[in-house]
């Protein structure tokens, strides 16, 4: 029996998890853009950073199972997670140095070539080359780090961990009001020391202050080729994108230049951006659960269909936030549109917090289906506050309702989604909801990026209202394909 743990000890447990959500809250929606604004030129700046979102997500659909699994057999006598956690961060600490390597070569003679050659500078491909080497080590850590509580923690225990790990994800959120300054004034070396001491010092904090018992013998291989089913998954699922996003370009290009109104033009490519991120997320869910499941598939529909709303969500709000310093600069015209766009993921923490709270204890008594279509019609209103928003208080009461609608999604959509797994085959089923973590991201900058520059090209700034008003679409479709899903439990 696993003996109880301190609260100290939950603490260190948890510490690492601090280290990753820093980096994940300053390098998406922050260093990432401001990089790409310093080396590319500003009409394509929406498509260069959907490139680099895109490649590393990619890679991080793939790798997180892998090493996860890895870890599963792992006979260190440090325990089956902590090497695990030690080579990630210190990989971590190396390649944001690549990343910021990336500044040297931004007045290289190699820019002009490339730009030429492939369309993107030096600095973009070695900012590129970054992040995928990012992605692969944070997520090795990544695997080892989630690995603990289930390890370590009694069952009685669990739920107090899950909630430091929770609070260790979100905390974040409010600290890097101290960072985007630092961003606005280009002091992009110090950031990137300022993430290389946060990988350090939590990762050995949680290195140091956990016991992990090794395993003593290696649990057989899986049979069925799990790393040859997740690399399928993830080039299935990036290819859909990306052949939906050719289609989209191609309405854009068909449409008669001269006697295509505006309004017709946004409507017939808006409409058909909005198809294409809808039709990548059904057909991608379907293939991974095929690929993920199999023959099973077909009697977990309800499940399939949980999945398919629940990456509709994060999509949208994800793409949301990766383009919300874009917007603010672009649309607002603030001289620091990094630290405005860290006021608003602070009003949207602020709210997500108070929204998560209360929506977890409503979603025990009022059920879980009618709080997330709650949930949808909170984020439609806030997408379209956000698409008419001219001024940062607006921006910051849109966020109010953005970050209501993505707490009371937090809270009830994980319930529901374990209430319609297999409880003998959990762990595989919930598995397969990766593909609407890393999925997310993918669906909604590689198609959101390139529309927004689309329009912006055809008047400045039109973009972002457009792409908008997509994600909004999207959190629509996710309230509208609810009756889809039949829960197995009297709280759906």
């Known amino acids: 029996m696993k003996r109880l743990l301190k609260w100290y000890e939950l603490l260190f447990l948890n510490s690492y998890q601090l280290g990753l959500s820093i980096a994940s809250n300053v390098i998406s929606p922050l260093l990432l853009p401001a990089l790409v604004l310093v080396f590319m030129p500003p009409e394509k700046k929406n498509t260069s950073t959907a490139l680099v979102y895109v490649t590393g997500l990619a890679v991080a659909m793939f790798i997180q199972p892998v090493m ?59 900012l590129l080359l970054g992040i995928i080497l990012l992605q692969f080590s944070s997520n090795i850590s990544q695997a080892g780090q989630q690995g603990l509580i289930p390890d ?84 299935i699922f990036v290819g859909i994108t990306q052949l939906a996003l050719l289609l989209v370009k191609g309405i854009g290009t068909w449409l008669p230049q001269d006697s295509t109104s505006l309004a017709l033009r946004i409507v017939l490519v808006g409409l058909a951006g909005l198809v294409g991120m809808a039709g990548s997320i059904f057909i991608g869910v379907y293939f991974g659960a095929r690929v993920g499941i199999g023959k099973e598939a077909n009697t977990h529909k309800s499940f399939i269909w949980w999945v398919v709303t629940r990456l509709m969500f994060l999509a949208a709000i994800s793409s949301v936030r990766n383009f919300a310093m874009f917007f603010v600069k672009d649309v607002l015209q603030v001289p620091n549109p990094a630290t405005v766009t860290t006021y608003l993921t602070a009003v949207i923490f602020i709210f997500l917090l108070i929204s998560s709270i209360v929506g977890g204890i409503l979603a025990d008594k009022i059920g879980r289906k009618k709080l997330l279509a709650a949930a949808g019609a909170l984020a439609v209103l806030g997408t379209i506050i956000l698409v008419f928003s001219r001024t940062i208080p607006m921006v910051m009461f849109a966020g109010v309702f953005l970050g209501l609608g993505t707490g009371t999604f937090m809270a009830s959509n994980w319930a529901l989604g374990t209430d319609l797994v297999p409880q003998k085959d959990a762990g595989r089923y919930l598995g397969i909801s990766n593909l609407a973590g890393a999925g997310a991201g993918i669906i909604g900058s590689s198609i959101g990026g390139p529309l927004a520059d689309y329009f912006n090209a055809i008047q400045p700034g039109l973009g972002y209202p457009v792409i908008f008003a997509l994600y909004g679409g999207l959190f629509l479709l996710s309230v509208l394909l609810l009756p889809r899903i039949q829960a197995e439990t009297s709280l759906s």
């Open 68 to 126: 996860g699994m890895l870890s599963d057999r792992s006979t260190s006598k440090m325990g089956r997670r902590r090497p695990f956690i030690i080579v990630g961060a210190l990989l971590n600490i190396l390649f944001l140095g690549v990343m910021g390597a990336s500044l040297w070569f931004k007045s290289s003679p190699l820019n002009a070539f490339l730009q030429s050659s492939f369309g993107i500078t030096a600095s973009l491909a070695v």
């Open 152 to 235: 370590i923690v009694p069952e009685q225990q669990r739920g107090r961990a899950s909630g430091i790990k929770s609070v260790m994800e979100m905390v974040p959120a409010a600290l890097v009001l101290l960072i985007s300054p630092l961003i606005d004034r280009q002091k992009f070396w110090l950031v990137i020391l300022i993430l290389m001491l946060s990988f350090l010092v939590t990762m050995l904090i949680t290195v140091a202050g956990t016991r992990e018992e090794p395993l003593q013998e290696k649990p057989p291989r899986a049979e069925d080729r799990p790393v040859l089913r997740m690399l399928l998954l993830t080039v």
